[in-house]
């Protein structure tokens, strides 16, 4: 019974973030002509992790290499982003963000944090902080619970 109830507590967590947190904030913020939700969360894992190939992006945002190679091609054209033949593989590519690539991340993020922040700023003291040490157990849980390759993926420490 404890873990149904879990389980719908997780659905009921990602529905309330996801609406909340960021479907809410995509609509006020001002994307630059051409550019969807599915090209900054791109662009955030690169800022992360700074150089990735292709299939590792497409696997951290949960798409099909196919389907992300018209998402990495636009940000291409769009000098977001740039190519480099990898050093440990020549037959493989790098994909990283470009200087105006990371000006655009780092407003994006910039721009959502204090989004977040302002809808906190609501809580009181002691109810903010239960709620960001809950937030602290969660992720642990999930980090301890996940696949490896999420665990290095948009890494917060920046």
């Known amino acids: 019974m404890l873990m149904e109830k879990s389980v719908n507590t997780i659905f009921e ?62 940000l291409i054209d769009m000098g977001y982003v740039v190519t480099e033949r990898s050093t440990k593989d020549r037959r493989v590519y790098e994909l990283s963000l470009t200087e105006k690539g990371t000006a655009l991340t780092q407003d994006f993020l910039a721009a959502h944090r204090a989004y977040i922040s302002q809808l906190f700023d609501q809580l009181e003291e002691t109810r903010m902080a239960t709620f960001s040490e809950a937030l602290e157990v969660v992720t642990s849980v999930l980090m301890d619970v996940g696949d490896e390759k999420f665990k290095t993926c948009c890494n917060s420490d920046e």
């Open 13 to 74: 967590l990602h529905s309330a973030m996801e609406h909340n947190l960021f479907k809410a904030f995509f609509k006020r913020y001002e994307m630059p002509e051409g550019l969807k939700h599915r090209h900054i969360r791109a662009m955030i894992a690169l800022y992360f992790n700074k150089k990735m190939i292709m299939s590792e992006v497409s696997s951290v945002l949960n798409i099909e290499k196919g389907s992300f190679t018209t998402v990495a091609d636009k």
